[in-house]
């Protein structure tokens, strides 16, 4: 079997910057919703059998604690954090397994759910969607891989190189240095991907890098300066790569049989009519109807 694990604060934020608004009876934007609905919806009719969805029920995490200039639902239009809960509810309502996080974050939980999928010898591959950097510190050979369903573009480890000029396990000490600013640090001075990529090539953690740049291969001994930056602000550098290292401790599922998709549940017409897509929950019954007969 396949496991999809699917970023589903991204989805949200991607249909809502996409869709033109739609809203209910009471006024409640749901166009963001309905839109993420009927891309899961789709995965399904595909052949998906087993999936998850992780959300950022609160956008605030265990990280806001650590550092002070972390990302929050600042700026966040209010149409939009409004929708959460509600595709929490619809997905759930759907049939399919919602990871609502508050403590950690959404990909905290996709990061925990693929190392316990990949742990199944059942389990043939374990497809995290969302285009996110930090999941790229996931992916492992061709057994764990990162897709982006928006380009089709499926990346495993010799692809998470190519894109970052480092291997996985370094990804978490590149953030570090480059920075992230979708997350609210902004790394080490004057360390920038290129510089970060050649230097992390040799040397995988930031505990590795001799602290003396003339003891740093002849290829990357090319800048004193980025020695002196990165030791400078050491403790820093540290509390950034821990920001940027995923929990793999985030609740999450006991078995991947707990992610097999069983159809939707009885109250998920009401809310179909609710979000005026009577279509899908009509799609989603014939999906499942159809799973019967194969």
């Known amino acids: 079997m396949n496991i999809y694990l699917i970023d589903g604060t991204y989805e ?10 739609s809203k209910d009876s009471g006024g409640q934007e749901i166009a963001a919703v309905r839109g993420v609905l009927f891309s899961v919806l789709s995965m399904i009719e595909s052949g998906t059998t087993h999936l998850g969805v992780a959300t950022d029920h609160v956008v605030e995490s265990f ?14 239009p209010p149409e939009l954090l409004s929708q959460f809960p509600i ?14 996080m508050i403590e950690f974050e959404a990909d905290d939980a996709l990061a925990s759910a693929a190392a316990r999928a990949a742990c199944d010898q059942r389990v043939q591959q374990v497809i995290i969607c969302t285009p996110d950097k930090d999941l790229a510190q996931c992916v492992a050979g061709t057994r764990v891989v990162q897709l982006d ?19 996985p396990v370094s990804i978490p000490d ?5 920075g992230d600013s979708a ?37 990357i001994r090319r800048s004193r300066s980025l020695a002196e930056s990165l030791f400078s602000t050491w ?18 599922f006991e078995t991947v049989d707990d992610l097999h998709w069983p159809g939707p549940q009885p109250e998920f017409e009401a809310l179909c009519r609710r979000l005026d897509s009577p279509n899908l929950f009509n799609r989603a019954k014939s999906s499942k109807a159809q799973a019967k007969t194969k």
């Open 235 to 252: 403790d820093d550098a540290l509390l950034f790569r821990t920001l940027a290292t995923l929990r793999l401790d985030a609740p999450v």
């Open 87 to 100: 595709l929490e509810e619809a997905l759930q309502a759907m049939g399919v397994l919602v990871w609502p």
């Open 63 to 76: 990280r806001n604690n650590l550092y002070p200039g972390y990302k929050t639902a600042e700026g966040v």
């Open 174 to 178: 590149y953030l570090a240095v480059v």
């Open 183 to 219: 997350d609210g640090f902004p790394g080490v001075p004057g360390w920038g991907a290129k510089a970060a990529a050649a230097v992390l090539a040799h040397y995988p953690h930031l505990e590795n890098i001799p602290r003396d740049s003339r003891d740093w291969p002849q290829s």
């Open 12 to 21: 949200l934020f991607r249909h809502f910057f996409a869709l033109p608004s």
């Open 149 to 167: 369903r928006r380009q089709n573009a499926l990346r495993d480890e010799a692809g998470v190189v190519a894109k970052f000029g480092v291997s």
